[in-house]
């Protein structure tokens, strides 16, 4: 049996955008740069770390899945445990925790590892975004063959029936909802809208038929790095996620809740992960690095990149910007899709219902563009853009090069260190899920063209001090 149950934690995605023009009164008040406009900033709660890492990683925060030794008789035991767990999370594959029901049946669940942890050059990153997640086939089509296993061998009705209920639940109203075109891309914009559209949005309660209506697209996403949140004033990369990060974090949750009881314990708990998050920092780059060239690139970047992008460094700043579809250029689909059907009607489920009570409410608010992202670690964040079409920061600073489709092997040491991000190969058209095709609608590769004006050198040395980041 496959793995079945790839879901999701909202969380923001990644865009990386530069060559603005920041500008300065006589009075020292700061001037965003032309096509763009400042995110506020929002006071967050705070939390202990070492409570939050355990927390995120063998917490209840959903408390709904498959009974625990059907698990195993299906995958068998993960004994490389990278998490560092005891118990039965030691055997438990690191996108999973084994929990326990409310009823106490020991049940494995998915957690927010599913999309926020990943592998590079075979080491296993918390925080660096799963860009390899396949969401192009229907995930619900297993449910019978789990509920055949849960029947067989424990019976329904049974306490261990009743603990994977919820999980059943949702997975069935969420699997035909949440497919993409291609592998490697996120669903969470959709997948968050599906379980808004099962609950009711004061209580929670699971509703059977969904009461918003769901349309088929899925706008597809990339997974940005956690550890870029602590630098940020909005967590999506298209700036509407304002107000309690924490809030943002949990709505996880809903794929498993019975209600808002279970929301408001978890509720309490978010902060310590998010105090969690705000500790990581990116990794390493692990190549070779032409010293010679880096103050050159960082001469260019400056001049640049930076007036969006930030400076790094002892007494490095960013900016928190956001900039306008018509400055970027980039695919608008995902921008604009919040003044659209559902979107629209899963923001004002979201601002006005249990989420965006005060105190420690939060709010989705529209905006025209995307962030420019932080940087930090950007080397090992490839794809590139906030949708992942394009595969190496060379492509991306060179927009004539980006490949219309392009294929990669999705092994975590398949990894170009002179363009920087994935090796992949452009077969000229979409031959299998595994080849990314632009001319999809949301798919699109287009904008951010500021690097166009460098020079072959220029963006040689660009790239070189990139990998400092």
Not at 29 to 38: E, K, N, W
Not at 328 to 356: C, E, H, R
Not at 385 to 394: A, D, K, R
Request: aromatic letters at 12%.
């Amino acid at each position: 049996m496959r793995k079945f149950f790839l879901f999701v934690l909202i969380c923001g995605f990644v865009l990386f955008i530069s060559n603005c023009k920041k500008e300065t009164k006589d009075d020292n008040t700061y001037i965003p740069p032309a096509g763009t406009s400042v995110i506020p900033s929002s006071a967050q709660r705070t939390g202990n770390a070492a409570t939050g890492y355990t927390y995120l990683t063998q917490g209840n925060y959903l408390n709904s899945g498959v009974p625990y030794n059907v698990y195993i008789s299906a995958y068998g035991a993960d004994n490389a445990n990278v998490l560092n767990r005891a118990g039965d999370n030691a055997v438990v594959a690191p996108g999973f925790t084994a929990v326990d029901a409310p009823n106490g049946v020991r049940v494995v669940a998915p957690n927010c590892m599913q999309c926020h942890a990943s592998s590079i050059n075979g080491n296993y990153i918390v925080g660096l975004g799963n860009a390899g997640g396949n969401f192009t086939s229907d995930q619900s089509s297993l449910v019978p063959l789990i509920d055949f296993a849960v029947t067989s061998t424990y019976g329904n009705p049974s306490n261990e029936w009743t603990a994977y209920e919820p999980f059943r639940k949702a997975t069935l109203a969420i699997g035909s909802k949440v497919i993409t075109k291609v592998i490697g891309v996120n669903v969470a914009d959709k997948l968050a809208a599906v379980l808004a559209a099962h609950r009711d949005p004061q209580t929670l309660a699971w509703i059977d038929n969904a009461a918003i209506t769901i349309p088929d697209e899925v706008i597809p996403t990339d997974v940005p790095a956690w550890w870029l949140l602590k630098r940020k004033n909005a967590m999506f990369f298209n700036a509407m996620g304002r107000g309690d990060y924490s809030r943002y974090l949990m709505a996880s949750s809903l794929l498993t809740m019975v209600d808002s009881s279970k929301a408001n314990e978890v509720n309490q708990k978010f902060p310590d992960i998010l105090a969690y998050i705000n500790t990581l920092q990116p990794p390493a780059y692990p190549g070779t690095i032409n010293t010679a060239l880096v103050e050159q690139g960082k001469t260019i970047f400056n001049n640049t990149c930076s007036k969006c992008h930030g400076t790094y460094g002892s007494g490095g700043t960013y900016p928190n910007l956001l900039v306008e579809l018509s400055t970027v250029g980039t695919d608008p689909k995902l921008s604009s899709a919040y003044d659209q059907s559902i979107y629209n009607v899963f923001k004002d489920w979201f601002n006005n219902g249990w989420f965006g009570k005060n105190p420690n409410g939060a709010k989705l608010v529209t905006g025209n563009g995307y962030v420019a992202q932080p940087l930090d670690g950007i080397w090992a964040t490839a794809p590139y853009l906030h949708n992942g079409s394009v595969p190496t920061l060379e492509d991306l600073l060179n927009s004539s090069q980006r490949p219309a489709y392009w294929k990669r092997t999705f092994v975590d040491n398949d990894y170009n260190y002179t363009k920087l991000g994935w090796n992949y190969t452009s077969p000229g058209s979409k031959i299998d899920n595994f080849t990314y095709d632009v001319s999809l609608s949301g798919y699109g590769n287009q904008g951010h063209t500021f690097g166009d004006g460098l020079t072959a050198d220029q963006r040689t040395a660009l790239i070189e001090y990139l990998k400092t980041l």
